[in-house]
C-alpha cells in the first residue's frame, strides 16, 4: 500500500494553487479594467490623436500635415492610442491589484515603505508624462522645424509620431522614478545619505548622460530633462533621511 502523502507538502500544494487562483483573479480585475476605459475612449480615439498631435501640428510650416502612409494607419494608429491611454487611466487600478496579491507576504516595515514608494511612482510617472507632453516635445519639435533643410516639406507619418511620442513618455516617466528608485537602493542597504551625498557630482554627470541620449537632438530638451532629474535626485536624498530607518537600510 502506497504511504499517505506528507501534510507540510500537500499544505505547500494548496498554499501554491491558491496563491495561483488569486493571481488569475487579480489579474482577470486588472485587465476588465482596461478593457472598460478602451470601449469607452474608442469613440474619441480621433480626437485623442489630435489633442496628441497638437505639440507638432502647431509648429508645423503653413502646408505642412501628419500623413498615413499606409493603408490601416488611419483607423489603427488612434486605436493604438486609446488603448495606451486606457493602460495609463487603468494604472491605479493595476498597481492596486498588485499590492493586494503581494501585500499580505510583506511585513509590517515594507508595508510602511512600499506603500508610499507605489503612490510616488504612480504620480511621478503621470508627471513625467505631462512634462514631457506640456515643455519638452513644444520645444523639441521648435527646434525639428526651425532646422528643416530648405527644399524640404516635413510631414511626419501618424505611426511614426504615435511611436516617437510614446517612447518620450515611457522614457520621460521612467526618468521621473529617480527619488524612489533612490529609496529602494537606500532600504536594501546598497546606500546610505552619506553615499548619496558623496557621489552627487556623478549622478548630475549621469543626468546629463542619460538626457543626452534620450531627449532629441537640442540642447534646450536635454537640460529640460537633466536638471529635473538632478533636482529629483536631491528629493530623493530627502525622502531617505524620511523614510528609511537606519535599521532598515542595514538589514
Not at 501534510?7 to 482596461?34: N, T, W, Y
Not at 510616488?120 to 510617472?125: D, P
Not at 513644444?138 to 511626419?156: D, H, K, Y
Not at 540642447?219 to 528609511?244: D, F, K, N, Q
Request: charged share 15%.
Amino acid at each position: 500500500m502506497a504511504s499517505p502523502e506528507p501534510e507540510p507538502q500537500l499544505d505547500l500544494q494548496q498554499g501554491l494553487f491558491s496563491h495561483l487562483i488569486e493571481l488569475r483573479s487579480r489579474l482577470l480585475k486588472a485587465c476588465a479594467m482596461v478593457l472598460i476605459v478602451l470601449l469607452a475612449l474608442i469613440p474619441f480615439a480621433n480626437r485623442l490623436y489630435s489633442l496628441l498631435a497638437q505639440p507638432l501640428v502647431a509648429r508645423l510650416p503653413q502646408g505642412a500635415h501628419l500623413i498615413a502612409t499606409e493603408v490601416a494607419s488611419p483607423f489603427i494608429t488612434p486605436l493604438k492610442l486609446a488603448f495606451y491611454t486606457s493602460l495609463f487611466i487603468s494604472m491605479p487600478v493595476i498597481l492596486y491589484q498588485l499590492w493586494a496579491f503581494v501585500s499580505p507576504g510583506l511585513y509590517k516595515h515594507e508595508k510602511r515603505l512600499a506603500r508610499p514608494l507605489l503612490l510616488a511612482a504612480l504620480v511621478l510617472f503621470y508627471i513625467g508624462c505631462a512634462f514631457a507632453y506640456f515643455l519638452v516635445l513644444p520645444a523639441a519639435f521648435r527646434f525639428l522645424t526651425a532646422v528643416t533643410p530648405a527644399g524640404v516639406e516635413m510631414m511626419t507619418d501618424i505611426t511614426h509620431y504615435l511611436d516617437f511620442v510614446m517612447l518620450m513618455f515611457f522614457a520621460f516617466g521612467l526618468c521621473f522614478e529617480v527619488p524612489v528608485a533612490v529609496v529602494i537602493l537606500a532600504a536594501v542597504g546598497v546606500v546610505d545619505v552619506a553615499k548619496l551625498r558623496s557621489v552627487r557630482r556623478y549622478a548630475v554627470v549621469g543626468a546629463f548622460a542619460i538626457a543626452a541620449v534620450i531627449t532629441p537632438p537640442d540642447i534646450t530638451s536635454m537640460i529640460m530633462l537633466a536638471v529635473p532629474m538632478c533636482l529629483l535626485y536631491e528629493l530623493g536624498v530627502l525622502a531617505v533621511r524620511w523614510l528609511v530607518k537606519p535599521r532598515e537600510a542595514t538589514e
